[in-house]
């Protein structure tokens, strides 16, 4: 108990920038606050704060274990928060940030929606790196990886690229085999909203070649629907052309030769409330967005 205390004390400290603040937050004296930091750098033996005679900063070893800290204190109040809340029914306004391709997520958002009635999405569908908590988002959707300290992560799963075209297309410009015969076939390609960057084809092992465009889109639906209608080949998502591939509408060719997969994380604010609308909805899209069909 007496190191959770310390812990606290380094938090609120650190937070504060001062001890005296600290010991006003928690209820106690600047020594007090003062001698527990002082407990937790020896026992830890490093230094955790430069002082002066009016604040205190943190030194990088500090700053490092205030993070550590910070995920520590919000697993505990996580926990003492769900079983406190276990009978309240989440509610409330609940906003996402979700990319461009998460309108394919319509189907997992929808099933959200008919299992938790009370709580009203609010989607923002954009491909920029949105500022989670200066905007105001209680949670996103991204691929990549997680650079934001002051936010937890939950992977939600895993996708390949496919190389897709319609039966239909494939009959009348034949089956391509290798990255040779790709230069003779219509593409349909990704461009990057933010940049205007064609999305690359990452085939084989660092090898390049000059694709024929017959179309461009900002977004991954045009190119399914154009793809199924015999217009070309695209390079797309697995998890966006698996029911068209299993319907038939589509079908994938040299998936030896495309090298690329990606991975979708759900991220929220790493508050020491967790908000009981947002915890099923990380639980929800973790559970269900990549579930088996």
Wanted: include cysteine; proline fraction near 5%.
């Amino acid at each position: 108990m007496d190191r959770l205390g310390s812990l606290t004390a380094f938090m609120q400290a650190a937070e504060a920038r001062s001890f005296t603040a600290a010991g006003r937050q928690l209820g106690v004296s600047a020594s007090a606050v003062g001698k527990a930091v002082a407990r937790l750098e020896e026992r830890l033996g490093v230094r955790l704060f430069h002082r002066s005679t009016r604040v205190v900063t943190l030194t990088p070893e500090g700053g490092q274990f205030l993070e550590r800290c910070r995920k520590i204190l919000c697993e505990i109040e996580q926990a003492e928060l769900e079983l406190s809340q276990t009978r309240d029914a989440p509610r409330g306004k609940l906003r996402v940030s979700l990319p461009m391709v998460g309108r394919l997520m319509v189907p997992t958002l929808s099933a959200f929606m008919e299992t938790w009635p009370e709580i009203e999405l609010d989607l923002d569908f954009t491909d920029r790196l949105v500022d989670v908590i200066d905007e105001g988002f209680d949670a996103v959707i991204r691929t990549g990886e997680a650079r934001d300290s002051r936010l937890m992560t939950r992977v939600l799963g895993s996708y390949d690229l496919k190389l897709v075209g319609a039966p239909a297309y494939f009959a009348a410009h034949g089956i391509p085999g290798s990255l040779g015969d790709l230069a003779g076939h219509r593409c349909l390609r990704h461009r990057f909203p933010t940049t205007g960057r064609l999305e690359d084809w990452l085939l084989g092992a660092g090898d390049t070649i000059d694709l024929r465009t017959a179309a461009t889109s900002n977004t991954i639906e045009p190119l399914v629907c154009l793809a199924e209608r015999g217009l070309g080949i695209a390079c797309l998502p697995d998890f966006a052309v698996r029911a068209q591939i299993a319907a038939g509408t589509l079908m994938s060719v040299m998936d030896d030769a495309v090298h690329r997969c990606g991975t979708f994380r759900i991220l929220w604010p790493s508050s020491r409330q967790l908000a009981p609308k947002i915890r099923v909805f990380v639980d929800f899209m973790a559970e269900n967005l990549f579930a088996p069909p």
